[in-house]
Nanobody, 123 residues
Framework: QVQLVESGGGLVQAGDSLRLSCVASGRTFSSRVMGWFRQTPGKERNLLAAINWGGTNTDYADSVKGRFTISRDDAKNTVYLQMNSLKPEDTAVYYC????????????????WGQGTQVTVSS
């Protein structure tokens, strides 16, 4: 199990960039698959991006493909989400999460969650 703390959210304008960070505590970070999710009020939490252990494999939701990049630095126990060309519809609370397996890419099995960080994109 890992404890996760996100940071880097804020208020930006459409077209701007942000980089979210998620720092993990615990010695098992490097063996965990990491993911970024987002959620808006009244809607379900959606998986945006995932990265496997070692960072050799990444996948993205269609809504963010080509704009967002997930990466990890195991030496720093940190996973990042670089968000470019932000749109108002990207406004949400963003969460990082961890689980033990990579496929299938779905919302099942993500047992470790951060507290979330708010991203607001104005038009």
């Amino acid at each position: 199990q890992v404890q996760l703390v996100e940071s880097g959210g804020g208020l930006v304008q459409a077209g701007d960039s942000l980089r979210l960070s998620c720092v993990a505590s615990g010695r098992t970070f490097s063996s965990r698959v990491m993911g970024w999710f987002r959620q808006t009020p009244g809607k379900e939490r959606n998986l945006l991006a995932a990265i496997n252990w070692g960072g050799t494999n990444t996948d993205y939701a269609d809504s963010v493909k080509g704009r967002f990049t997930i990466s990890r630095d195991d030496a720093k126990n940190t996973v990042y989400l670089q968000m470019n060309s932000l749109k108002p519809e990207d406004t949400a609370v963003y969460y990082c999460a961890a689980r033990a397996f990579y496929y299938p890419l779905n919302t099942y099995g993500w047992g470790d969650w951060g507290q979330g960080t708010q991203v607001t994109v104005s038009s």
